[in-house]
Each structure stands twice: as structure tokens, then as C-alpha cells.
């Protein structure tokens, strides 16, 4: 079964950077595109960056240039970089498969926990 740990989250001044890192594990990693998703409260989750299987990239147009996705197969690990960052920014982060999400066995879709990144001053 799949799983996703979600880890680099924390509190961190406007302007400032964060590194998140997504851990996977229970798939061939390699073989599947990645996305990063948010959701802040009382809204639909949405994908900020995605990257392929091939290592090409796209991103949401809030978070374009100040956003980096990138893999490490050797790692089954997937990175956001995130600079510049802004109070908008502060929700839940979580990974997973892109463009269809990893599914339980029971076929409902699975996410891991998330790491909460919060930009305030």
C-alpha cells in the first residue's frame, strides 16, 4: 500500500523559504508524475506544481517563480523549494501522484498527512 510523509512544513516570515519533502513508499516511484497540492480552509485542494515522470515541470500561476519541484527516484523522494514566500501561501501541503491521485485499496483516494506551512511576521 502506498504511503506519503510529508515533512518540512513550519513557520516562517513573508519573504522567506521553505523546503518540503514528500517521502513515498508501496509504488515504483520512478514511473509516476508528482504533484504538490494545497488546501487552505474551506477551499478545494488545489495542485501548485506538478512534475513528470520525465522531470518536466508545471506550476500553478500564484506560486510561478517562486516555486521549484523536483525528484529524486534514487530517493522515491519528490522536493518543493519554496522562496519568496507570502502570508497566501500559509495551509496545508500535501503530495501525491499527479495527474490521478494514489488510490486505497478500497479505491478512495489517499492522502498522506501534510505539513502546515504558515508565512506570518
Known amino acids: 500500500q502506498v504511503q506519503l510523509v510529508e515533512t518540512g512544513g513550519g513557520l516562517v516570515q513573508p519573504g522567506g523559504s521553505l523546503r518540503l519533502s514528500c517521502a513515498t513508499s508501496?509504488?515504483?516511484?520512478?514511473?509516476?508524475?508528482m504533484g504538490w497540492y494545497r488546501q487552505a480552509p474551506g477551499k478545494q485542494r488545489e495542485l501548485v506544481a506538478s512534475?513528470?515522470?520525465?522531470?518536466?515541470?508545471n506550476y500553478a500561476d500564484s506560486v510561478k517563480g517562486r516555486f521549484t519541484i523536483s525528484r529524486v527516484n534514487a530517493k522515491n523522494t519528490v522536493y518543493l523549494q519554496m522562496n519568496s514566500l507570502k502570508p497566501e501561501d500559509t495551509t496545508v501541503y500535501y503530495c501525491?501522484?499527479?495527474?490521478?491521485?494514489?488510490?486505497?485499496?478500497?479505491?478512495?483516494?489517499?492522502w498522506g498527512k501534510g505539513t502546515l506551512v504558515t508565512v506570518s511576521s
Open positions: 501525491n501522484s499527479f495527474p490521478n491521485v494514489f488510490a486505497n485499496p478500497d479505491g478512495m483516494d489517499y
Open positions: 508501496g509504488r515504483v516511484f520512478s514511473i509516476y508524475g
Open positions: 512534475i513528470t515522470s520525465g522531470a518536466t515541470t
